[in-house]
Structures are given as C-alpha cells and as structure tokens.
C-alpha cells in the first residue's frame, strides 16, 4: 500500500460543491432525478443505469390509463405508433444528429445485424468488414455471422491502429467508440474521416458512450451507428436500443428484416414490402410500448442537461479516481485506462489478479462496480449521479478491501452467472 490520501474527503465535497452539473441546472442536482438505494456507491451504470424517479408513475399511468383504460385505442389516441420516433428524437439531441434520424427498437444485437447488412449492400464491389478483435462480444458475432450470410469476409484490424486495414476491399469498418473492458476511447471523426477516404463506410457503437460522453455524429459525418439504452440512458434492463442512419443514405438502405412495421404504409396490407422513407425503414415488427415508455420518461433527466457540464463532470470525477488509486493503491492495481481526456470515456478499469473477489467485497460494502474476464475490475461514472464524494468513498472502501484481503474470501471464489 502506498501513501495516503493526496485529498481528503473535504476536497471532493468542495468539487461536488463547485461542479456546475449540479449547481447550475434550472431542475437542480440531477441527482436527485434518480432513486438510488441509500448507502449505495454505484458504479455500475456503465452496465445498467439506475432507475430516474420518473418511471415508475409514468408507466403506471401507460399501464392503467391507456393500456388498461384506452385498450386497442391507444394506438392513435396515446399515439403509440409514433412513440418510437418520439424516442429517437431524444435520443438524436444526444448524439448529435437530427431528430428523425435514429430508429429505436429491437437490442442493439439485432441493430448491429440489421445495419451491418445495410452497410454492405451499399457497398457492392467492396467484400470486406472490418472489425477489431477486442471489441465487445456481439459485435464480432455479428460481423461474422453477416459475413457468412452475404459471403464476404472478417478482417481483424489492430486495435490501437484500425484505419491500417483499410483498403479498397472494405465496406464496411466497425467500431465501438468507447471499449468495454477498458475504458479507452475511439477520436470518432478522424476514423470516420480515413474510413471516407478509402471508400468505406463507419458503423459506431455507442453503447459506452451516448448519455456520459457528448457525440457529435452530424458533425463527424458518420454514417451510421447502433447503441443500447439500459447503460447511461437509463431505459431499465433490457431496454430496446437504437440506429442512426445519415440521412444521405436512408433512401437507398436496404435492411434485411423487412418487417410491415418498416414499410411504407402498414396497413394497407399490401403483398409486396415497400420500405418505408427515412429512418423507419429499419422498423420490423411491433413497437414495445412498455419497455419504450419506461425509456421515454428516464430519458426527461437530460432535458436540462449541457453537455459540456456532463463531460467536464464525467473526466473531473475518472481524473479524480485515477488519481486516488494511483496514490493510494499504486502498486496493487494496473489503471488500464487511458489519461489522456480524449481517450478516455466514462469509465476507470483496474487490473488485478483477483479482481472477481476486489468487486464481490466492494459490493458487499456498499461499491457497486463489475468485473470482467479474465482480471478487470470495471468502474463506471455515470455523471447525473455519481459524485466526487462517492468516489472518493468508492477508493476508501478499496483500501479497507486490500488492507483486510477482504477480496480473498472463499465465498468469492465462485462466480455469478452474471459477473
Ligand atoms: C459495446 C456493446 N455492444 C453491444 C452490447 C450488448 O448488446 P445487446 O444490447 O444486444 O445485449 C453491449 C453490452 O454491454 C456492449 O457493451
């Protein structure tokens, strides 16, 4: 163990006191727009957001009023068919793009599926999908299983360097702006500008980053991009995800599910699909109105929101927590993730031979955090409702952890299903 604590508990109050994410809003702390356990450090939101307040009457009220109550009609009279283009638009001001560019439903599994298609069906000369190995799970899945369903071929890239496998053969490069396991970030339009160069497309998955990191898709001239909404936009487990598409490819895009619910005109029941215009064309089948209900209401807590604030908030309380482990832990844990503040998302990842045991004893205290394989310790900052003081107390329980070798309890040794 190294030196004691470069601050003290009154230095990260003082930075919460003076953060302008809390202090400066017309609604006051956002904080307090989420229903949180008491005594709970939750650092977990880059896996599952916490619950805003918001949800619980509204889908009460989408429930029993017009489910319960307005039956069949609430189609046309809660406007129930038009809910997933209303969501998309509050999803659109957070990535920075139009608000009738981004279709919400499906999981951002099937999103990847249905717009990896799209990508190289735009592209028919070119065989290729780039794709970095490190990547989350599902999205090298995906990749290969589109590759083998349209006969093209997976390309492995560096990760530190994904824009040396392009070539003239690629269709399709796709990324994950902010990695899973370790935190770092993607520079979003430099990628998408050299992928523009060889002639390919970009598709962005935003799961670790919409709702903590500000995106500028428009401004990057992205292409397209997928994302989910249970992390940092707090849609509830299992929420259903979204899709941007640029608007100068929406015409000409041809998605593989093609569902009544993307065509043109659904209840004409008409034989032949005929996609529908713009962005609705991704659609497939019936929208889940509950589950985007929830999404509509948890999405009220960045009405309010600069994003600049959030930003500076998310890098002021990583840069605070790297810099309390470094000073206090220094020699027990590697920080994985990059220091840089352009690299870097919303999330701090500590090596550790142990990390299973470091995250199950910081639960059992009270520090919500995740663990991924083989020997990650995931901390996730949310910064709507994470604070300086929570981190701080997050690196003082890790202290006791280590000290105590809490972290070497046998109970420990076995592994949840879900880690
Ligand atoms: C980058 C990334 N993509 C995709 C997913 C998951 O996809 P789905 O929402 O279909 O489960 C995750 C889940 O954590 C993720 O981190």
């Given at each position: 163990m190294t030196d004691p604590s470069p601050l003290s508990r009154d230095t990260a109050l003082a930075l919460d006191a003076a953060d302008p994410l809390r202090t400066e809003g017309r609604h006051g702390d956002p904080a307090d727009l989420f229903d949180l356990p008491d005594g709970v450090v939750y650092l977990d939101g880059n896996s599952l957001g916490a619950l805003p307040r918001a949800v619980a009457p509204h889908l009460a009220r989408v429930v029993g009023d017009e489910w319960g109550r307005g039956l069949i009609s609430s189609w046309n009279d809660a406007d129930w068919i038009n809910l997933p283009a209303r969501v998309g638009a509050k999803i659109a001001a957070l990535i920075g793009v139009p608000s009738s560019d981004v279709h919400v439903g499906d999981s951002t599994t099937v999103l990847l599926f249905k717009t990896m298609v799209?990508?190289?069906?735009?592209r028919p000369g070119r065989r290729t999908v780039v794709v970095e190995p490190t990547t989350f799970p599902t999205d090298g899945y995906v990749a290969a299983g589109?590759?083998?369903?349209?006969?093209?071929?997976?390309?492995?890239?560096?990760?530190?360097?994904?824009?040396?496998?392009?070539?003239?053969d690629v269709a399709l490069l796709a990324l994950t702006h902010v990695d899973f396991r370790s935190g770092a970030m993607y520079d979003l339009p430099g990628i998408t500008a050299a992928a523009h160069d060889a002639g390919a497309l970009v598709q962005w998955d935003l799961c670790h980053s919409a709702g903590a990191v500000p995106v500028d898709l428009a401004g990057a001239d992205a292409d397209l991009a997928v994302g989910c909404t249970y992390k940092y936009l707090n849609g509830g487990p299992g929420s259903p995800a979204y899709a941007y598409?640029?608007?100068?490819?929406?015409g000409e895009l041809r998605q593989p599910i093609t569902g009544w619910m993307g065509h043109a005109t659904p209840f004409e029941m008409q034989r032949d699909h005929v996609p529908a215009?713009?962005?609705r064309r991704m659609a497939s089948g019936t929208p889940p109105v509950l589950a985007l209900s929830a999404l509509d209401a948890a999405l009220s807590v960045f009405d309010d929101v600069d994003p600049a604030a959030l930003r500076a908030t998310s890098l002021s309380l990583t840069d605070l927590f790297i810099r309390l482990v470094e000073a206090r832990?220094?020699?027990?844990f590697e920080v994985i993730t990059p220091r840089e503040h352009a690299r870097r998302g919303s999330q701090v990842s500590l090596r550790h031979p142990e990390a299973y045991g470091v995250v199950q004893a910081l639960?059992?205290?009270?520090v919500v955090g995740?663990?991924?394989t083989p020997d990650v310790a995931r901390f996730g900052f949310a910064p709507l409702y994470v604070t300086h003081a929570d981190v701080w107390d997050a690196v003082e329980h890790l202290v006791t952890v280590m000290t105590g070798e809490e972290h070497l309890d046998p109970a420990y040794r076995v592994r949840n299903l879900v880690t």
């Open positions: 799209a990508a190289s069906r735009l589109v590759a083998e369903l349209l006969g093209l071929e997976v390309r492995w890239c560096d990760p530190a360097d994904p824009v040396a496998a392009l070539d003239d598409v640029a608007e100068r490819l929406q215009d713009g962005v832990l220094g020699d027990t639960i059992a205290r009270g995740d663990f991924r």
